[in-house]
């Protein structure tokens, strides 16, 4: 799901399988399971650039699963539809430094996926 923030500008935030493991920026062992994640990306028509380790790109993890699930993946990419105001909204004030309920929002969406 994309936002334009400005010009060529966008807030981009989807839901994604990761299949965990060895994070060597953290250096700490991962879950696999649902994530949701949140970045800022610049489009040009043809591709899509964002800087990796910006403080305004993030994920959030949302349920442990042992195996890829599309049923899973649908039921969260729903729930992420159905709350993308609020989820953009709480999203752009974490960007521009305003209090805000992200995570209140992504923990009611851990809640739902249980």
Same mark, same amino acid.
């Given at each position: 799901?994309?936002?334009?923030?400005?010009?060529?500008?966008?807030m981009k935030i989807e839901g994604k399988y990761s299949l965990g493991g060895m994070n060597?920026?953290?250096? &700490?062992?991962e879950e696999?399971? =649902?994530?949701?994640?949140?970045?800022?990306?610049?489009?040009?028509?043809?591709?899509e650039m964002y800087t990796p380790m910006d403080d305004t790109n993030f994920r959030f993890?949302?349920?442990?699963?042992?195996?890829?699930?599309?049923?899973?993946? &649908?039921?969260?990419?729903?729930? =992420?539809l159905d709350n993308d105001d609020e989820l953009f909204g709480e999203y752009n004030n974490y960007i521009n430094?305003?209090?805000?309920?992200?995570?209140?929002v992504l923990n009611e969406c851990i809640e739902f996926m249980l």
């Amino acid at each position: 799901m994309y936002r334009l923030i400005e010009d060529n500008k966008f807030m981009k935030i989807e839901g994604k399988y990761s299949l965990g493991g060895m994070n060597y920026f953290s250096g &700490k062992t991962e879950e696999r399971g =649902l994530r949701v994640h949140f970045s800022v990306v610049e489009q040009d028509g043809h591709s899509e650039m964002y800087t990796p380790m910006d403080d305004t790109n993030f994920r959030f993890f949302v349920k442990g699963m042992k195996r890829a699930s599309q049923k899973q993946s &649908k039921i969260l990419d729903n729930w =992420l539809l159905d709350n993308d105001d609020e989820l953009f909204g709480e999203y752009n004030n974490y960007i521009n430094g305003k209090p805000n309920e992200l995570r209140r929002v992504l923990n009611e969406c851990i809640e739902f996926m249980l």
